[in-house]
């Protein structure tokens, strides 16, 4: 019976920090704001225009907060008179950028 109740309460104890991992957002992670920089840059380099890209990021982003990060991208990058980056150069840079400003709002507190 011991054995039953610390086995249940271990994988509780495990089970906890991968529920908590699935709960944040894209948003609040500078590698995953890297990353789908760089797949933004590469639909732009492949002549997709902002709609197709508005529309791709719509159907696999549900979360609000994961669309308004995305949708951001998506304007930057976009923009008129933006340079045109490589995956490479958009990940960079917009894993830099995220990074700056979580170091900055953690200052600030």
Known sequence: M?????????????????????????SNQCFAIGDIAGQVASWRAHKKTKAQALDQAAK???????RQAVFGIIEKIYRPGAPHLTPDQASMAFTSDCADRHKAQAAAH
């Open 60 to 66: 696999y982003y549900k979360n609000e907060a994961d």
């Open 2 to 26: 011991k054995r039953v109740v610390v086995s249940a309460l271990l994988a509780l104890g495990l089970a906890q920090p991968a529920v908590e991992a699935v709960a944040q957002t894209v």
